[in-house]
């Protein structure tokens, strides 16, 4: 599992990151796998990387960024269901892991 909390991004993260959301939105219905079948590298992952992004980068960017975040979340929020039962101290303030998606 990568360290979120360090505050780090490797080159090209944002990228990643869209690309992975880009990818599981063409899946149909709930299945919003990404494309690896690998611990780590899915689009909650990639929430966390933008997240951080957000965060750090300057005020324009983060304007630009923010929108397609609003995006992603809105379709990720319609796209899955809510897990109340789930949130765990390391989840506290990133909602995107309390949703429940077909696999």
């Not at 360090?6 to 992975?20: F, G, I, Q, T």
């Not at 992004?53 to 929020?77: C, K, S, Y």
Request: net charge negative.
């Amino acid at each position: 599992m990568r360290r979120v909390e360090a505050e780090h991004l490797w080159p090209d993260a944002v990228a990643n990151a869209l690309s992975r959301f880009e990818w599981a939105f063409k899946q149909p219905g709930r299945c919003l796998t990404g494309p690896y079948e690998s611990p780590g590298i899915e689009v909650e992952d990639g929430r966390d990387d933008l997240e951080v992004a957000l965060r750090h980068l300057p005020e324009g960017a983060r304007t630009d960024l923010g929108r397609l975040v609003e995006r992603i979340d809105a379709e990720f929020e319609r796209r899955t269901l809510p897990d109340p039962g789930w949130a765990s101290e390391w989840t506290a303030g990133r909602w995107w892991w309390w949703r429940i998606r077909e696999w």
